[in-house]
């Protein structure tokens, strides 16, 4: 499964804060199946859309 990466968030952001889980929430809510992962290499929060590898999309 491959990823794409619509945006990237420091992980320190002010103390309750949440600006990649509301990010993600805003594509949802449009449509896109965005979801928010740990970054551990560069300390951020990223938030990415799931895509299918090129070998499982030939198939279908």
């Known amino acids: 499964m491959l990823r794409t990466v619509l945006e990237k968030f420091p992980a320190g952001g002010p103390w309750g804060s949440w600006p990649a889980e509301e990010f993600a929430r805003a594509c949802r809510d449009e449509g896109t199946p ?17 895509e299918p590898a090129m070998a499982e999309a030939a198939v279908h």
């Open 34 to 50: 965005a979801q928010v992962v740990m970054d551990l290499e560069s300390d951020a929060f990223l938030v990415v859309v799931a």
